[in-house]
T-cell receptor
Framework: DAKTTQPNSMESNEEEPVHLPCNHS???????IHWYRQLPSQGPEYVIH???SNVNNRMASLAIAEDRKSSTLILHRATLRDAAVYYC???????????????FGQGTELSVKP | DVKVTQSSRYLVKRTGEKVFLECVQD?????MFWYRQDPGLGLRLIYF???????EKGDIPEGYSVSREKKERFSLILESASTNQTSMYLC????????????FGEGSRLTVL
């Protein structure tokens, strides 16, 4: 399984944008880039995913490098409720018939200061 | 909204007991997963299933088994619980397409004494 590398922790100020980086230099052509986050005492929740193009949804934006070896999750205005562990994960499409399993790394713990 | 329900939020069991962790999803998802989460080790995949009666081992299947007799239900079984299986267990489900998102339950914290 292709691996991702993320900083262990990041800090942000409330109402400022946050850029969470992820390196995935061994990404293959069939890997989707997924982001999940885990709030304290909860299960992970889906944030966003993409393959090649940048993606936007109501929660965040995903910027994918042209060579796909890195990506950045962008929270446009951080709130205190965004404090969580953020996981960048590669999901292999070749596992389509085997569940498309997600392999989690250690993630980035984001703290948001008022 | 999609709902993944895990039967118990907290369980305390004794070494050697047989433990069942139940997970039910209400969105007719093909895929279901069991993870465990431990400090410093993150989430690790135990087993997953992509269809009824089908199962695949994840990264750490030893000491566990699973059952999927109905599409909506995926059970994790600890045949003989041990203290090193004390952990947070998370169930997830998704549609068949590999690109789709996983929906997680709230987790079951198991303590084995």
């Amino acid at each position: 399984d292709a691996k991702t590398t993320q900083p262990n922790s990041m800090e942000s100020n409330e109402e400022e944008p946050v850029h969470l980086p992820c390196n995935h230099s061994t990404i293959s052509g069939t890997d989707y880039i997924h982001w999940y986050r885990q709030l304290p005492s909860q299960g992970p929740e889906y944030v966003i995913h993409g393959l090649t193009s940048n993606v936007n949804n109501r929660m965040a934006s995903l910027a994918i490098a042209e060579d796909r070896k890195s990506s950045t999750l962008i929270l446009h205005r951080a709130t205190l409720r965004d404090a969580a562990v953020y996981y960048c994960i590669l999901r292999d499409l070749s596992f389509y018939n085997q569940g498309g399993k997600l392999i989690f790394g250690q993630g980035t713990e984001l703290s948001v200061k008022p | 909204d999609v709902k993944v329900t895990q039967s118990s939020r907290y369980l305390v069991k004794r070494t050697g007991e047989k433990v069942f962790l139940e997970c039910v999803q209400d969105m007719d998802h093909e895929n279901m997963f069991w993870y465990r989460q431990d400090p410093g080790l993150g989430l690790r995949l135990i087993y997953f299933s992509y269809d009824v009666k089908m199962k695949e081992k994840g990264d750490i299947p030893e000491g566990y088994s699973v059952s999927r007799e109905k599409k909506e239900r995926f059970s994790l079984i600890l045949e003989s619980a041990s203290t090193n299986q004390t952990s947070m267990y998370l169930c997830a489900s998704s549609w068949g397409a590999a690109a789709g998102e996983l929906f997680f339950g709230e987790g079951s914290r198991l303590t084995v004494l």
